[in-house]
């Protein structure tokens, strides 16, 4: 199939399991959320919408694989592999917090080559097809660098950000709840930068073509290679993550640094 038809049918799906989510979103008794081994939250609809998106893409692309967080598989540097994280941002979704989302990634050859992110709350739909530029809602979106940083500037960070981290920019930091997220709010410029914390393959697969065509750039924080075999296996990465700007990479990497006995 083509670029654009991945695109559609992307969108087509992450919408679909974001109305379903959305419909339940406001009914903490009916999301039954439970703690998993690593102490984080999933719910049925997490599981109902893994389920859901791996029917959708069997029948679509039959020879694909698909790895997901609920529903684990394993992920190579061969073929086509699907990456899902049904709802990134479950504690948000569990507490009636707006910044969840559906984020649907698609490895060509090992490497994240296209993605769809949609927050159901909000109504916005990241999408960077197999070739072309990253959209917002059918928009063009650019990771742009900014004319100057000042109090109003803002950078997405983990939860974790004020033991784990020292920064020192002009700025504000905000957690918002959603790994997905945070990264395309990089690619619309509406975020200057992100740190990304303990991030799994399903947590970046959907939204990292949406940076890169939006002309932002991920990294590992310490600017090494990608430990690939890990996100394979499905562990989360061995050191956080960055994204900014390609222009402003450099400079919004150089505020921060690990906090003394970080892990």
């Given at each position: 199939m083509q670029s654009h038809d991945e695109a559609q049918l992307m969108e087509t799906w992450a919408r679909q399991a974001g109305a379903y989510a959305l419909e339940i979103f406001q009914d903490y008794a009916a999301a039954a959320p439970r703690r998993k081994a690593d102490n984080s939250?999933?719910?049925?609809?997490?599981?109902?919408?893994?389920?859901m998106l791996r029917q959708q893409i069997a029948q679509a692309f039959p020879d694909d694989l698909v790895m997901g967080e609920e529903g684990g598989g394993h992920a190579s540097s061969n073929g086509r592999i699907w990456v899902l994280d049904p709802i990134d941002g479950t504690g948000s979704f569990v507490k009636r917090l707006p910044v969840w989302c559906v984020s649907i990634g698609l490895l060509v050859d090992g490497y994240p080559a296209a993605g769809c992110v949609y927050l159901p709350?909000?109504?916005?739909?990241?999408?960077?097809?197999?070739?072309?530029?990253?959209?917002?809602?059918?928009?063009?979106?650019?990771?742009?660098?900014?004319?100057?940083?000042?109090?109003?500037?803002?950078?997405?960070?983990?939860?974790?950000?004020?033991?784990?981290?020292?920064?020192?920019?002009?700025?504000?930091?905000r957690s918002l709840g959603s790994t997905a997220a945070n990264v395309c709010y990089v690619a619309s410029s509406r975020?200057?930068?992100?740190?990304?914390?303990?991030?799994?393959?399903?947590?970046?697969?959907?939204?990292?073509?949406?940076?890169?065509?939006?002309?932002?750039?991920?990294?590992?924080?310490?600017g090494g290679p990608f430990d690939w075999q890990r996100f394979y296996e499905g562990s989360s990465a061995n050191e956080p993550l960055f994204a900014a700007s390609n222009d402003n990479y450099a400079t919004m990497r150089g505020m921060i640094d690990l906090a003394k006995g970080a892990i």
């Open positions: 939250w999933v719910t049925e609809v997490d599981e109902n919408i893994e389920q709350v909000l109504d916005e739909c990241y999408l960077a097809g197999l070739t072309g530029p990253a959209t917002l809602n059918g928009q063009e979106i650019h990771a742009e660098n900014p004319d100057f940083l000042d109090s109003q500037s803002w950078m997405a960070v983990p939860s974790n950000a004020h033991w784990r981290y020292k920064i020192s920019y002009p700025g504000k930091t975020a200057c930068a992100a740190i990304l914390g303990n991030a799994s393959l399903w947590d970046i697969a959907g939204a990292w073509p949406i940076l890169e065509r939006a002309g932002g750039k991920l990294s590992t924080f310490s």
